[in-house]
């Protein structure tokens, strides 16, 4: 293992004021984000869709440090036939892959389920290094319960994951590392807070026993929130001081970084609880975001699978960075959702109103004026380094 070259990748993962576009969804779960649009999820749409979020320009050369892909777009190339790993490098990412197989029931254990995908994998990690991975990811899925989780369910899930960081390690390939709490559930921010806990030592614990590196990986966690169904829930104050708590108790100093999944929270809520950890400060590791859902739900409602939408799904997509660049830095601000989404869109012009109100003709003293206010124009909201 060539752990220098693992770290200077991990810590590029995590650089301030960029997080990672986690575009990994499986053909199921795409399928059913396209079902949501109107859209048939043909391999064409599914490309044409990724291929204008990798050719964001601005989004992905300022906020967006890696894109996690999925088995079938890590092959595809772009409409002009240039292979997608390709676009995403020279609009200065790095391409990762998810490497995991989905989940299965897990024997003995109603309602729990096992990660699969470790046979074979380091044949994979091989060709997947081949066709341009530089990191992988691997999930694994705990769900809380009445009587759940088990010892079982997170024993052998955390065993899976050490497995498989070990393996990508071995093969020069940094593993995001991302044992999921779910929040489906009725569960509290507590009762989160202890299951979270639990799952990260154990997890930490079968990583030392099958000599994972810290410094060449990253965590990818959920945050410390209550479940969907909660009768309460909790605010933003408690989610970031909450999760930074346990992260501190759980995730040694050595490890360069966590991105968090935003794991179904609403976009503006995913950045809030990022940035709200962020302006604690103080911390022994960078945090940032690795989010599917908080980052593309606004996209793929803008495109919906029309290519006259192209230009409005990046800048939705261009947004959401954004927002989320400055959560990694403390910095966002709930009025920036609406200012910084104003200054994304082209401005738009109307004719002016007559004195008597009615749209004056063109022909006659028509002046065309921006929707836009003039002050706002030129606004230099933020700069990213
Ligand atoms: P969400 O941000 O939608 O939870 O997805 C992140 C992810 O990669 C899940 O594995």
Redesign the pocket.
Known sequence: MNLAELNKIAVAMVAPGRGIL?A?ESSGTIKKRFDAIGVESTADNRRDYRELLFRAGEAMSKCISGV?LYDETIRQSAKDGTPLVKVIEKAGAIPGIKVDKGTKPLPFSPGEVITEGLDGLRERLVEYRGLGAKFA?W?AVIDIGAAIPSYAAIMTNAHALARYAALCQDEGIVPIV?P?VLMDGEHDAERCRVITEWLLKTVFEQLYYQKVALEGMVLKPNMVIAGKKARNRAGVEEVADKTVKVLKACVPAAVPGIAF????QSDEEATAHLDAMNKIGGLPWRLTF?????LQAAPQKAWSGRPENVAAAQRAFTHRAMMNSLATRGQWKQDLEKRHNRLCRPPTWTARRDWNGRPARADRETRNVCSRPAGERKAQLFTVS
Request: zero cysteines.
């Open positions: 986690a990994d996690i990811k999930r991302e999921e999944l935003s794991g179904g690795s989010y599917g859902r908080a």
